[in-house]
C-alpha cells in the first residue's frame, strides 16, 4: 500500500503586540485591541531574498510518502513499512510588533526524514507467539534564523544570521515472546 500527502502552508501569522516599551528612545506604539504594526526593511529582503512587500507570514511546503508491504510464509508474517518525510518552512515574523526594526525574524528550514521498519511475526492464536525486527531512522536538518536589529541602537544596530545543521540515525532491533500457559497464565519476554 502506498500513500502519500501535500500540505502548503501560506498563511498569515499571528502579530505581536508590545507591552512594555522596550526601547525608550522610540515612543510607545498606542495601539487598540487585537492590532499591531510592523515593519519590512528592504536590506532585510535582500539578505533573505524574498519580495520586499513581505508581511508576516508563513510558507511552508511539508509533503511525504509511506510505503507498507506485507508476505505471508506460513508460518510467519514480514511486514515493512517505509516512510519519508520533508518539510521547508518559511517564516517571517515582526517579534517586537512595532514599526522599528527591532525584533524582525526570519526562519529558513529545510528537515526530511527516512524511516524503514522491518518485523517477522508468527502466526496469531498459537502457544508461543513472537516477533523479531528492525528499525532505521534518519533525520537531516539545516535552519537559518535571520534577525534585523537595525532600529535598536546604540546596543545592537545591525542584521544577524544564525544557521545550524542537524543529523541524526537510529538503528535499533527487538524481539517479543509470549507463551500461554494453562490457567490464563501467559510468560512475557523481550
Known amino acids: 500500500m502506498l500513500s502519500g500527502h501535500w500540505v502548503q502552508d501560506d498563511s498569515e501569522v499571528v502579530a505581536a503586540k508590545p507591552v512594555i516599551n522596550f526601547l525608550p528612545s522610540r515612543p510607545y506604539p498606542a495601539l487598540s485591541y487585537q492590532q499591531a ?3 519590512y526593511n528592504t536590506r532585510l529582503a535582500r539578505l533573505i531574498g524574498r519580495s520586499p512587500t513581505l508581511s508576516p507570514s ?5 509533503w ?3 510505503l507498507k508491504m506485507t508476505h505471508d510464509f506460513g508460518f510467519a ?3 515493512s513499512i517505509s516512510a519519508f518525510e520533508t518539510e521547508r518552512v518559511g517564516e517571517y515574523t515582526d517579534q517586537d510588533g512595532t514599526l ?3 525584533g524582525d525574524n526570519y526562519r529558513n528550514i529545510v528537515a526530511n526524514s527516512f524511516s524503514q521498519e ?3 511475526e508468527s502466526r496469531r492464536k498459537q502457544p508461543l507467539e513472537w516477533v523479531v525486527g528492525a528499525y532505521y531512522d534518519r533525520v537531516r536538518m539545516t535552519q537559518q534564523s535571520f534577525f534585523d536589529f537595525t532600529d535598536h541602537v546604540p546596543t545592537r544596530g545591525y542584521l544577524q544570521e544564525t544557521s545550524f545543521g542537524q543529523n541524526e540515525q537510529t538503528f535499533s532491533q527487538f524481539a517479543h515472546l509470549s507463551y500461554k500457559l494453562p490457567y490464563r497464565v501467559t510468560l512475557i519476554g523481550g
Do not use: I, S
Open 58 to 62: 508563513e510558507h511552508n511546503t511539508m
Open 118 to 120: 522491518l518485523r517477522l
Open 77 to 79: 508474517t514480514l511486514k
Open 100 to 102: 522599528w526594526a527591532t
Open 37 to 39: 504594526q510592523w515593519d
Open 64 to 66: 511525504g510518502a509511506d
